[in-house]
């Protein structure tokens, strides 16, 4: 599994993401290595001017749908575009986990990669609760039949990782 680093910037205001990009930039270099800088959607384009600006290896990655995935499937869809239209580079997207039909997750994660096409990477949020077993599972398997490349879990969830194969599986503080 490649290296895979994440700073979760979610929820902090524009001073505070500036801040941490300007102490990102003072750190030295690590190599070919790209920190993943997970912002909200209303702070990507301040994000990518900090990265440029600092020359700091990174990613911008923004969420559509967080942290519920209880929003409309179109909502969701024009969040991501957005955001990728303002430098992110990567998307992370929540579904709603109580819903446990595959083909409802197939649709709508088929219709943000639509919004998102390659060489954009997307990933879905999965919590792993063990409220939602059968949820999670179909949309681990909805996600790698529309194009994800990775699951990000919030907590350590094995079971997921078996399920989840061919994508990626990482275990993220957001």
């Known amino acids: 599994m490649p290296e895979f680093h994440a700073l979760s910037l979610l929820g902090v205001s524009v001073q505070q993401l500036t801040q941490s990009v300007k102490q990102l930039s003072a750190l030295p270099h690590i190599g ?10 209303t702070q990507v384009t301040t994000a990518a001017q900090l990265v440029k600006e600092g020359q700091l290896p990174a990613i911008i990655v923004s969420v559509a749908g967080y942290p519920t995935g209880r929003h409309h ?15 992110a580079e990567e998307m992370w997207v929540s579904v709603d986990e109580s819903i446990e039909d595959s083909n409802t997750h197939l649709s709508e994660l088929i219709t943000i990669r639509e919004a998102c096409p390659d060489p954009i990477e997307l990933g879905l949020v999965a ?3 063990d409220e939602t077993p059968s949820g999670t599972q179909a ?10 490349q990775r699951i990000i879990v919030k907590r350590d969830a094995p079971e997921l990782v078996d399920a989840a194969a061919p994508l990626e599986v990482h275990v993220v503080d957001l």
């Open 73 to 87: 499937t179109l909502i969701k869809a024009s969040e991501a575009r957005l955001a990728v239209q303002s430098g």
């Open 139 to 148: 949309a681990v398997q909805a996600a790698s039949l529309a194009g994800f």
């Open 32 to 41: 070919e290595q790209r920190i993943r800088l997970v912002v909200d959607p």
């Open 127 to 129: 919590n792993g609760d």
